[in-house]
């Protein structure tokens, strides 16, 4: 036998649903599972011809065409996924007839639960944004992936109060980007603002098509799940490969002090470190994320030192 067998391997693996994927929905996953896991070859390749300390970006991006290539392996396989009652059956349709039950793939949503923080977390990481920032921006999409998930496995109209749910999390995280997120892009200028200026405004655009993808394939039924493959399949390959390549272009003359971010080689000791000027004199004030405290930064203090200045009596000490 030759060509794409997955589905006839697996077609006793667990529950089938009426409505599934094709050898033309398989062969897609298949490909789109390639394009990952080249993109992840090619990244870590890339991040080996950097000193350590700069292979931040290249680890994360590699981190998240790795998973993506392991949930489209999945996907490919018609495995992961289980048989849901649709709320519309459409029986006059011509693409998805009248199927009682369509399958819904939760491996894809254990993908975004670990790929789209990571998306997340590059931008914030970009715009230099604070600790706290991060942590409830990064909660938020967590909440958005996980209301998506239990709508798409609800068979009644109540699915739709968890896509309400999440796009209000959606908004959320657009409301950080495009707010929050742009101030501190803004001081901190040159390269790194306008990285997170392209990489924002291109994701942003990409996420607010997903919802519609959910609607018509999980949420409505109104698609085939090959349909439904090849639209999801053409933003994850954008909002991922595409995101990958704006990014570290973006990144690739961008030191990471110029992002705030104190990380020293392993045989670098902390005095040469300090006395090379790659991190904050000792002593000095850092938030949670590792950056210091300095000149023009918002949270800056000046450090009050037991040296009087010239004529000025010295404070006692108790």
């Given at each position: 036998?030759?060509?794409?067998?997955?589905?006839?391997?697996?077609?006793?693996?667990?529950?089938?649903?009426?409505?599934?994927?094709?050898?033309?929905?398989?062969?897609?996953?298949?490909?789109?599972?390639?394009?990952?896991?080249?993109?992840?070859?090619?990244?870590?390749?890339?991040?080996?011809?950097?000193?350590?300390?700069?292979?931040?970006?290249?680890?994360?991006?590699?981190?998240?065409?790795?998973?993506?290539?392991?949930?489209?392996?999945?996907?490919?396989?018609?495995?992961?996924?289980?048989?849901?009652?649709?709320?519309?059956?459409?029986?006059?349709?011509?693409?998805?007839?009248?199927?009682?039950?369509?399958?819904?793939?939760?491996?894809?949503?254990?993908?975004?639960?670990?790929?789209?923080p990571l998306l997340l977390l590059e931008?914030?990481?970009?715009?230099?944004?604070?600790?706290?920032?991060?942590?409830?921006?990064?909660?938020?999409?967590?909440?958005?992936?996980?209301?998506?998930?239990?709508?798409?496995?609800?068979?009644?109209?109540?699915?739709?109060?968890?896509?309400?749910?999440?796009?209000?999390?959606?908004?959320?995280?657009?409301?950080?980007?495009?707010?929050?997120?742009?101030?501190?892009?803004n001081v901190l200028g040159g390269d790194p603002k306008k990285t997170f200026w392209t990489c924002g405004v291109w994701l942003l655009l990409l996420w607010f098509l997903y919802p519609i993808a959910w609607g018509l394939s999980e949420g409505g039924n109104v698609i085939h799940p090959d349909s439904e493959a090849i639209f999801y399949g053409i933003l994850d390959v954008l909002s991922k490969i595409g995101f990958a390549g704006l990014l570290l272009w973006g990144h690739r003359k961008t030191s990471p002090r110029a992002l705030g971010r104190n990380i020293r080689e392993p045989d670098q000791t902390v005095e040469k470190y300090h006395h090379n000027g790659g991190g904050a004199s000792e002593g000095a004030p850092s938030n949670l994320s590792g950056t210091t405290a300095g000149a023009g930064h918002p949270t800056a203090h000046p450090v009050a030192t037991g040296h009087a200045a010239p004529g000025v009596a010295a404070p006692a000490h108790v």
């Open positions: 036998m030759s060509g794409n067998q997955a589905l006839n391997a697996n077609r006793y693996v667990g529950q089938q649903a009426d409505l599934q994927i094709t050898n033309h929905g398989s062969d897609w996953y298949y490909t789109v599972c390639a394009l990952m896991g080249l993109t992840t070859l090619i990244i870590m390749g890339l991040a080996f011809r950097k000193p350590q300390t700069h292979r931040l970006f290249h680890y994360i991006t590699a981190a998240i065409t790795a998973v993506a290539c392991v949930a489209y392996f999945a996907m490919a396989s018609n495995l992961g996924q289980l048989p849901i009652l649709v709320e519309w059956a459409r029986p006059g349709s011509r693409w998805v007839r009248a199927a009682g039950t369509r399958e819904v793939f939760y491996a894809r949503y254990i993908d975004w639960a670990i790929t789209t931008l914030l990481l970009t715009a230099g944004v604070p600790t706290p920032t991060i942590l409830v921006t990064l909660l938020a999409d967590v909440f958005m992936i996980v209301c998506g998930l239990i709508g798409a496995l609800t068979q009644t109209r109540y699915k739709w109060g968890f896509w309400t749910f999440g796009m209000a999390a959606l908004f959320f995280i657009a409301y950080e980007l495009l707010f929050d997120a742009r101030r501190h892009a």
